[in-house]
């Protein structure tokens, strides 16, 4: 929102000048790290999410959203021999998170399957691989849309990912 709103910029500005004030509140630190993980730097995303889940290690969103950085450092490395780890611990975690919370969010299955396409297009080679993995984020994101029927942005990225898995 806030970088829609008034930019990347100055959400780190407005960030840097209320941390002293928020410093104690994960939250913070989950909202500053969501915003690296958008459009910036991802070290300092990870510094910041990681000081979130010192505050908060089972929040969901906390969860969530460093998952989502895993997955965003991976695709961005994506021949780097860590990338496979860290997709499979993001999506191992989502995958828990979803089986906890799936039915009453749908965050964790948005950043599946979005993650999980950009993976499949950037980093999986093995067209054998890159089914089998398209199939089990098709798979989540079809129990998704079956919980959240609301959620048009779910039934695009499963047409999407359909799309991607006939290519």
Not at 39 to 67: C, I, K, M, W
Not at 141 to 157: F, I, P, Q
Request: hydrophobic share 40%.
């Amino acid at each position: 929102l806030l970088t829609r709103i008034i930019g990347a910029d100055a959400g780190r500005n407005l960030y840097g000048e209320i941390e002293n004030l928020l410093r104690w509140d994960y939250h913070f630190w989950l909202q500053r790290g969501s915003l690296e993980v958008e459009v910036g730097d991802l070290d300092l995303a990870e510094n910041f999410l990681n000081q979130a889940r010192a505050l908060s290690p089972t929040d969901f969103y906390v969860q969530t959203e460093y998952a989502y950085l895993l997955m965003r450092k991976a695709i961005e490395n994506a021949a780097s021999s860590f990338a496979p780890g860290f997709i499979r611990e993001a999506t191992e975690t989502l995958s828990a998170l979803i089986d906890r919370m799936g039915e009453r969010d749908y965050y964790a299955y948005h950043v599946l399957g979005s993650q999980g396409l950009a993976w499949a297009r950037r980093g999986i080679s093995s067209s054998i691989e890159k089914e089998q993995f398209l199939r089990e984020i098709m798979s989540r994101l079809e129990e998704g849309c079956r919980h959240h029927s609301r959620a048009t942005e779910l039934r695009k990225l499963l047409e999407d990912v359909k799309q991607e898995h006939l290519k």
